[in-house]
């Protein structure tokens, strides 16, 4: 049997993926003793501000029946296809809601006795480990190294621009970022609209329709019109811009760690 870990009178399976320990919504549901599926529901409701991969994974099909059965999780896990495992960041985005003073009790406990419980290091048992552990801790410090030197030339490209070329150094951003994620392009810039929507306190799209009726009301053609985008009311608003740009910023240094 797996470790257990008892959370506000409830025991809680550690479960892992991708090497990190991952919660379901029912269980979320349980230890926060809500209504079955609010954990769900909050997850569906704002899905476009978590990111797969980070917040959350969803495994499909046999992935989704094998982990389901190693866990024993569902009412009848040979049964399911799909299933959304939550990770630490994505479980307190869910709980963002819940302000009561059990929720902050039990987010303090699962945080500090699940999500980032202290693992039992084993000892080497003879020399041979030793040197095994030792030389695995020089790669490992190599590949960080590489990796801090990728980030800082990153880093540098993402926050050496102008503001002659700021179209064109927030699609070379974007792009790198829906890269970095997989393709997920159209992705990466719908989130980074709503952060800026929701930062700016802006609706992009009413502006976006403004700005058609605008440049129809002065005579543009219809492609001219048709080809307005959000990138052209942002750079509109100096305000707007200036925000965008400090997003993109943001986005592009979190994605490149």
């Known amino acids: 049997m797996g470790k257990v870990i008892n959370i506000n009178n409830h025991d809680l399976k550690v479960k892992r993926f991708n090497d990190e320990r991952i919660i379901t919504f029912?269980?979320?549901?349980?230890?926060h003793e809500r209504v079955s599926g609010t954990a769900g529901r909050n997850f569906r409701d704002n899905k476009e501000y978590f990111?797969?991969?980070?917040?959350?994974?969803?495994?499909?099909?046999?992935?989704a029946y094998n982990f389901a059965t190693t866990y024993n999780i569902g009412t009848n896990p040979s049964k399911v296809r799909n299933l959304i495992l939550i990770t630490e960041s994505g479980y307190l985005l869910i709980v963002k809601t819940l302000q009561d003073d059990l929720a902050w009790e039990v987010q303090r406990k699962l945080i500090k006795n699940y999500f980032r419980a202290k693992e039992i290091v084993q000892q080497p048992k003879n020399?041979?480990?030793l040197m095994r552990r030792m030389i695995d801790q020089i790669e490992s410090a190599k590949k960080e190294a590489s990796e801090a030197k990728e980030l800082a030339e990153n880093i540098?490209?993402?926050?050496?621009q102008t503001d002659e070329d700021w179209r064109r150094w927030v699609n070379k951003q974007v792009n790198k970022i829906g890269y970095e994620r997989g393709g997920e392009y159209q992705k990466v810039r719908r989130m980074s609209y709503a952060m800026l929507?929701?930062?700016?306190?802006?609706?992009?799209?009413?502006?976006?329709?403004?700005?058609?009726?605008?440049?129809?009301?002065?005579?543009?053609t219809e492609t001219r019109i048709n080809d307005a985008n959000k990138l052209d009311v942002i750079g509109d608003d100096p305000r707007l811009r200036e925000i965008y740009k400090t997003i993109i910023k943001e986005m592009s240094i979190k994605y490149s760690a």
């Open 127 to 129: 020399e041979f480990d």
């Open 51 to 63: 990111i797969e991969g980070e917040d959350y994974f969803e495994l499909k099909g046999t992935d």
């Open 197 to 220: 929507e929701n930062r700016g306190h802006c609706r992009l799209e009413v502006r976006l329709n403004n700005l058609k009726e605008r440049l129809r009301e002065a005579g543009a």
């Open 156 to 160: 540098k490209d993402t926050i050496i």
């Open 26 to 31: 029912r269980e979320i549901d349980t230890v």
